[in-house]
Nanobody, 122 residues
Framework: QVQLVESGGGLVQPGGSLKLSCFAS????????MGWYRQAPGKQRELVAS???????KSGDSVKGRFTISRDNVKHTVYLQMDSLKPEDTAVYYC????????????????WGQGTQVTVSS
């Protein structure tokens, strides 16, 4: 059973920084892509940033130049360094793993974490 556990959310002032972490467990050999999505109240879930095992990156236009995604493939962990945070970054941030190799085969579907709240406010 693949599980994703996020940590690192919280309350921060505008202009501040936070670092999110997401650890994937469950008999995993490797993961094709890991990434972060966010959902603000009343809005659809949107891509923040994703990173494949081949180091191909995608990110949302609103976070380019401020957020940095990285991952540790051995530890099956993905990180999101968020700098210059703005009130509009306030949302629940979800970790996603796509394409997981387990000890009994390859599973192409997406797995999601439970989410961590990030609030940017003075």
């Amino acid at each position: 059973q693949v599980q994703l556990v996020e940590s690192g959310g919280g309350l921060v002032q505008p202009g501040g920084s936070l670092k999110l972490s997401c650890f994937a467990s469950g008999g995993i050999f490797s993961i094709y892509a890991m990434g972060w999505y966010r959902q603000a109240p009343g809005k659809q879930r949107e891509l923040v940033a994703s990173l494949t095992s081949a180091n191909n990156t995608k990110s949302g236009d609103s976070v380019k130049g401020r957020f940095t995604i990285s991952r540790d493939n051995v530890k099956h962990t993905v990180y999101l360094q968020m700098d210059s945070l703005k009130p509009e970054d306030t949302a629940v941030y979800y970790c996603r793993a796509e394409g997981v190799y387990l000890n009994n085969g390859y599973y192409p579907q997406n797995y999601w974490g439970q989410g961590t709240q990030v609030t940017v406010s003075s």
